[in-house]
């Protein structure tokens, strides 16, 4: 496709459950990013992978939170034993490398809601 | 924590009219992005403005930036009703970190 995408659009979940977000970003970007915005709030970054690393993760909140891109593309942002103050949107980006300034490609964004 | 703030928080304004918005950062930056939201969802890139820059325009944005005052403005002129989203000023420090950090964002309803 030729933006970002990401699944699930909505993900309603209980307290204390585990749940997976998928990233798929523009082909041929190398960076990604993931974000999480509250209501009302501009986002607040997450963590940020160069390739297969993350380069940046001084934004998870917590240890519950954790994120993987193994082959450098699609990356899954997982949350263990959620707490509804969990619930937020969660966008992740992605960019070039290797030109700068970066300008970053939003995807929709999937709604998590802990109930 | 959020780097910015935009001001106003809420525009509301008549179709043909100008909109501006302002925001204010802390720390030296590289650069400076504004982006639009519709409805709470993904985020739209609009423009760039790099720290040596002042001014830039984009068809009807202009985009001015003053790096003493650690503030820049985004102009929307005539305005149009499909304008109406929130408009989020974002920067990324000097220091090589990639992560953007977004402002509050500024919500423009611009009535027909």
């Known amino acids: 496709g030729a933006g970002v995408s990401q699944t699930p659009s909505n993900k309603v979940t209980e307290k204390g459950k585990y749940v997976e977000l998928r990233c798929d970003p523009i082909?041929?970007?190398?960076?990604l990013y993931w974000y999480r915005q509250s209501l009302g709030q501009g986002p607040e970054f997450l963590i940020y992978?160069?390739?297969?690393?993350?380069?940046?993760d001084s934004g998870l909140p917590n240890d519950r939170f954790f994120a993987v891109r193994p082959e450098g593309s699609v990356s899954t942002l997982k949350i263990q034993r959620t707490e509804r103050g969990d619930s937020a949107v969660y966008l992740c980006?992605?960019?070039?490398?290797?030109?700068?300034?970066?300008?970053?490609?939003f995807g929709p964004g999937t709604r998590l809601t802990v109930t | 924590s959020q780097q910015g703030e935009e001001d106003p928080q809420a525009l509301s304004i008549q179709e043909g009219e100008n909109a501006t918005m302002n925001c204010s950062y802390k720390?030296?930056?590289?650069?400076l992005q504004w982006y639009r939201q519709n409805s709470g969802r993904g985020l739209v890139h609009l423009i760039l403005?790099?720290?040596?820059?002042r001014e830039k325009h984009s068809g009807r944005l202009r985009v001015t930036l003053d790096t003493s005052k650690k503030s820049s403005s985004l102009l929307i002129t005539a305005s149009r009703a499909a304008d109406t989203a929130s408009y989020f000023c974002?920067?990324?420090?000097?220091?090589?970190?990639?992560?953007?950090?977004f402002g509050s964002g500024t919500r423009l309803q611009v009535q027909p």
């Open positions: 082909s041929g970007h190398t960076a």
């Open positions: 992978f160069q390739g297969t690393g993350a380069a940046d």
């Open positions: 720390t030296s930056i590289n650069n």
């Open positions: 974002a920067t990324d420090k000097d220091t090589g970190r990639r992560a953007l950090t």
């Open positions: 403005i790099r720290s040596n820059e």
């Open positions: 980006a992605s960019s070039l490398r290797g030109q700068g300034p970066y300008e970053q490609y």
